[in-house]
């Protein structure tokens, strides 16, 4: 049985208060769709379609970078790895790193010419390596996709060259872009690099705001003439790091003014916070028949949340578990759950789980317990 144990308001900077914190319209930028999502907390601050499915052009470049960079984790390639390109790899059009038939890239090099000079002939030749076709590699992507939960994407190829039934939503892109950043942090920093030389010849990154926004440091830019100018980016201000994600817009320089705007918004208006780490202790519970009689519960992973900028010492958190524990208790049992609330709105849920095994106590102890719980 389940009971309400503890109410309480967050004390971190001070009294808590009740009050209204409100937060103006968002920007007009004239996106198709776009988004702003938090990297930490993961919450949506502003959206508008979403969902809605669209042409991603070279935005499919971070799903490329993604599958390759789990290949890398695995131990499957390596960045040394020489790649051997081919014809078809060689003749990719769109915009290219200038890579030449018949000839060995490594890997790393490959990386860094789709990453930063958006080269299509790096994003086949990286997908025919790890996949022995793109056809193959396309089918990775969405397998990763579907673990991702990026329910309104699909792909067809490594590149984003236009096909049938190659399509993303501005929420999935941010999904993915927050699991790159999060994942692979030894590989994100390339998205910050402004430009790159191979066979002497120097690129620059397409990301505007590279120049222009220091917190800014990643992520891709995309064009087709369908899916019009588009931009991922990412900054990170003080211990809050924002994800926008704007497609549809009519030239380079709108994408770069419609993300600033946005990215500005949200830092302005909103405020993010870790509230529990991972496996660290949010309460002690009793445990009956047990030793030791108390038992640490904590949460799997580390608790972000991001509300509107003055409003944090106004959230309370209820905890609700289990009181009559008994041992003996596996770790990592959810007995429980924390919810986050402001001014009585349920803003997210949490599971409190055990966090060390509790054991049997002697038989006197347990016999104890037993006649207690019975009696009262």
Known sequence: MFQMLIFFSFLISGLAYSADFPVPSPPQVGASSYIILDASSGKVIIESNSTERVEPASITKLMTAYVVFNELRSGQISLEDEVLISEKAWRTEGSRMFIEVDTYVSVINLLKGMIIQSGNDASVALAEYVGGSEEIFADLMNQYASILGMSDSQFRNSTGLPADNHYVSTKDVAILSQALIREFPEYYSWY??????????????????????????????????????????????????????????????????????LLNFGFRFYETHKLYSRDEEVVLARVWGGEPKEVQLGVDQDVFITVPRGSYDSLSAFM????????????????????ISLDGNDLVTFPLKTLFPVYEATIWERIKDQFYLWTN
């Not at 891709?220 to 994600?245: F, H, N, P, Q, W």
């Not at 609700?320 to 429980?336: C, F, H, S, T």
């Open 192 to 261: 910050s690099e402004r430009e790159f030389a191979f066979n002497d010849i120097n690129q620059y990154n397409r990301n505007l705001l590279l120049w222009r926004d220091d917190s800014v440091d990643g992520l891709k830019t995309g064009y087709t003439e369908k899916a019009g100018y588009c931009l991922v980016s990412s900054a990170k201000r003080s211990d809050m790091r924002l994800i926008s994600v704007v497609m549809g817009m009519d030239s380079a320089e709108s994408r770069a003014e419609a993300s600033q705007s």
């Open 320 to 339: 609700n578990y289990n009181q009559e524990l008994q041992a003996p208790i596996e770790k990592d049992l959810i007995v429980g759950e924390v919810n």
